[in-house]
């Protein structure tokens, strides 16, 4: 594998491992961690990998030579994540809307792809003018065996507004019956990003809020069962993995991310003598490519401060 950027010394020699409560951490190169995971072992994997548009994550910056560069990099960790997958697991793949075509002609070739879904959220940052800017990114939902495999609709259900809201009535059926309040919900996803005065906040220019997470892991994993990120960043799969009683494998290549991990997840307070705590928040912040910007007013609700 290639890329560009300076990556730590500690992460090109053998990945460290951190164990908690029903967590395990890997600090180094999913690459070479995963081939250390039993094949057909885990439950569900959340793969949300660098995007190649030029972000810095700490010694590492997100570039790749060309889009087939970076589609064969893909292929790489994709092929062993399938490999860790039981029979019955699904995977949830993120990844630019550029690159996402790619992924998704690789991956129906292997698995079978049950929904293509739209993360959709708020407007935020620098607003484009010559073009249509981005509101989305897209999530593949994909499945080993079409016939069996985990999807708990009941833990996800949303409100249905025929039912709930304007309780219309269904004449269609011999006896008329008031509409269902709930339902599945479809494959547009509206969750706010992770805002700077959140409480879930941490120093990462692509987190993903827990709220994603949670529909994702409740929708296909059981307690007990085992959750794979093969690009961890701030730990939020784990986090929600935990939470809700699964277990969870977590690997990061950079060590300033696995101790947001540690911490987060209870594992340690100290590294290296060193005492992990959160991220202060001031006013003046730094943006995705480590520059600061202006001065940000207390926020009070999600979308009060852009």
């Given at each position: ?8 010394s500690d992460i090109n020699d053998s ?86 075509p790619f992924l998704d002609l690789w ?133 929600v993995a935990k939470r809700l009683r ?61």
């Open positions: 594998m290639q890329r560009t950027g300076t990556e730590s990945p460290q491992q951190f164990t908690g409560d029903g967590v395990q951490i890997f600090c180094g190169d999913c690459l070479d961690v995963m081939r250390q995971i039993p094949d057909e072992s885990v439950d569900l994997v959340f793969a949300d990998p660098p995007y190649n548009l030029g972000k810095r994550f700490r010694e590492f910056k997100d570039v790749w030579p060309s889009d087939a560069a970076y589609a064969e990099w893909c292929y790489q960790w994709l092929e062993l994540a399938i490999s860790k997958m039981s029979g019955t697991a699904s995977m949830y793949v993120m990844t630019s809307t550029q690159a996402m991956l129906r070739e292997r698995l079978t792809v049950l929904s293509r879904i739209v993360w959709h959220y708020d407007s935020s940052g620098v607003q484009a003018r010559k073009y249509f800017g981005s509101l989305y990114e897209p999530i593949l939902l994909c499945v080993k065996d079409a016939k069996a495999y985990a999807f708990n609709a009941g833990d996800i259900e949303v409100e249905a507004r025929t039912g709930a809201v304007r309780q219309l009535i269904d004449y269609r059926k011999d006896t008329p019956a008031p509409y269902r309040s709930t339902k599945v919900p479809g494959n547009t996803w509206y969750y706010p990003r992770v805002r700077y005065r959140m409480p879930e906040y941490e120093d990462h220019p692509s987190q993903k809020p827990e709220t994603l997470l949670e529909r994702i892991v409740k929708a296909s994993s059981n307690p007990g069962d085992l959750v794979l990120d093969p690009f961890a960043g701030t730990f939020t799969t784990c986090a699964r277990r969870s494998i977590g690997i990061e290549m950079q060590p300033d991310y696995v101790k947001v991990g540690l911490r987060r997840l209870g594992i340690a307070t100290h590294f290296q003598g060193e005492l992990l705590k959160p991220p202060e928040k001031p006013y003046v912040r730094r943006n995705g490519n480590g520059r600061h910007g202006g001065l940000e007013p207390q926020q009070s609700g999600l979308f009060d401060a852009e």
